[in-house]
């Protein structure tokens, strides 16, 4: 799902911003977590998930990642 280019952006920029790899992997995961879950529920977006993916990957920050843990 997505672009995987996008993702390796996000992981660099997550670690630049201070996230050790580790958490950076799983502030990713959570982003595709929300995708995974509303599939589950059937509650996906009905327009393209990839391009909403690599959306919230780029607004996804080491902060928010704090903030939400």
């Not at 672009?3 to 502030?27: C, F, K, Y």
Request: proline share 3%; glycine share 6%.
């Amino acid at each position: 799902m997505g672009d995987p280019q996008a993702t390796q952006v996000a992981l660099s920029r997550l670690m630049v911003e201070g996230l050790d790899r580790h958490d950076a992997i799983h502030a990713i995961a959570s982003v595709l977590d929300r995708d995974i879950f509303a599939a589950l529920r059937g509650t996906a977006a009905s327009t393209d998930p990839g391009a909403k993916y690599v959306d919230r990957l780029a607004q996804l920050t080491a902060e928010s990642w704090r903030a939400a843990t």
